[in-house]
């Protein structure tokens, strides 16, 4: 099942972050929990295959505050709020 996907996620998948850490998960190797967030986001958006914007703006997922897309996120990240 993973070598399919793997397959997949490297026809299909658009070059963005989380897609070497999905592609990780898949050969069965252990992620940080910051290549998690950003692999399970890139899996859920299937593989950012749709146009943008990027940001998936599924506010009931409970990592979406963490999204590397997720505009105000990344504002307060940076300080910028």
């Known amino acids: 099942m993973s070598e399919n996907r793997i397959k ?18 898949l050969r069965g190797e252990n992620l940080t929990i910051w290549e998690a967030v950003k692999a399970h986001c890139y899996d859920c958006t299937r593989y950012y295959t749709n146009p943008e914007p990027w940001d998936c703006k599924n506010l009931e997922c409970t990592l979406y505050p963490f999204h590397l897309y997720n505009k105000e996120y990344m504002k307060k990240a940076r300080g910028l709020d």
Request: proline residues 0%; charged residues 40%; positive net charge.
């Open 8 to 25: 997949v996620v490297k026809e299909i998948g658009r070059k963005a972050n989380g897609k070497s850490k999905l592609l990780k998960h």
